[in-house]
């Protein structure tokens, strides 16, 4: 048996949440078209007989803009530490020295598999000029051009990582996909929406705390707060007599739904926390 961690590292939108979509096969982390959904270190287990692989979906690499900003790098640094296998994805048709920089500057010792996503929009030419700039760097012990999105390459991915992985026992039970609480996936399905739903300023000055998660006969009760910064933010989430939080609450309860294969009872409250994101102890207690 195989057992290890594998961290998947790239800039916004190259495609990180949906490759560990794709490779657990699971809606785990949460998909968006919007830069730095994802802010925490998502984990997903994949257990086959030969392996477990523990995969984490880190935030984007940005620059420390805001103090939450300065949490997100933390994050970064934090899963660099711990793994086994580096996953470096890029966006094929993204600039390939500004993605080269930032993988230099990160001074990487776990070996690297760079990832050339979204094949299905390059063409063969484009792939093999990549793949020989990549290979070149110190940090590349490997280079497989792949489409997250339509699961081109995945298996072979898995098994160019199942193959650098250390041998040992595996740490977590099979049937874990993992060790973050479903109230956790459940808060992101609802942050989903608000990203789907709105223009770009207001999923940045929101989150969502799940407050309550009770098992009833029958269904779930679960209750969630939408914090924003300001007043105005608060009642453009909540719309016209209420239109846009029936919308976001209607949407994610299918989403939740399909998720815990369970009728759930979603409530939705707006709070306004002025300058939550500059605020350790709120950071804190929303789970920065
Ligand atoms: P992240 O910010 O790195 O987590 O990127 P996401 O996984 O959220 O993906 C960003 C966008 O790229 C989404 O709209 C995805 O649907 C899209 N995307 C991801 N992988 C592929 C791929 O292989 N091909 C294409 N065409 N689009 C992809
Ligand atoms: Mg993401």
Redesign the pocket.
């Known amino acids: 048996m195989k057992s290890g961690f594998v961290n998947i590292f ?1 800039r ?8 560990l979509n794709a490779l657990i096969g699971e809606k785990l ?1 949460i ?3 919007k ?1 730095q ?2 802010r925490h270190r998502i984990k997903g287990i994949l257990t086959t007989e030969a392996c477990q692989v523990i995969f984490s ?1 880190t935030p ?1 690499i940005i620059e420390p803009k805001y103090k939450l900003h300065e949490k997100m790098m933390q994050a970064v640094k934090g899963s660099l530490e711990d793994a086994d296998v580096g996953l470096l ?1 890029i966006d094929i048709n993204d600039n390939w020295e500004d993605c080269d920089a930032i993988f230099s500057a990160l001074k990487l010792k776990v070996p690297c598999i760079v990832l050339l ?5 390059a063409n063969e030419e484009k792939i093999k000029k990549a793949t020989s700039f990549f290979a070149a760097k110190p940090y590349c012990t490997e280079v497989i051009a ?5 699961g081109l390459n995945t298996e072979k991915l898995l098994q160019l990582i199942t193959d650098k992985l250390p041998e040992g026992e595996p740490f977590y039970a099979p049937d874990e996909m993992t060790d973050l609480s479903e109230r956790f996936f459940v808060g992101e399905m609802v942050r989903e929406k608000i990203y789907d739903l709105f223009e770009e300023e207001i999923p940045y000055q929101t989150t969502v705390l799940v407050h309550e998660f009770k098992q009833k006969t029958g269904l779930i009760k679960i209750g969630a707060n939408i914090i924003v910064q300001r007043e105005t933010q608060k009642s453009i989430i909540i719309g016209e007599g209420g239109r846009m939080i029936k919308k976001i609450g209607s949407e994610a309860r299918k989403d939740i739904e399909k998720f815990l294969s369970q009728k759930i009872f979603l409530e939705l409250f707006v709070k306004v926390r002025p300058k939550w994101r500059e605020n350790d102890i709120f950071l804190k207690e929303y789970g920065y």
Do not use: E, M, R
């Open positions: 790239g916004p939108n190259a495609g990180k949440s949906t490759l982390a998909v968006s078209s830069v959904t994802t979906d984007g994805i996503n979204k094949l299905d929009k792949i489409s997250a999105l339509k």
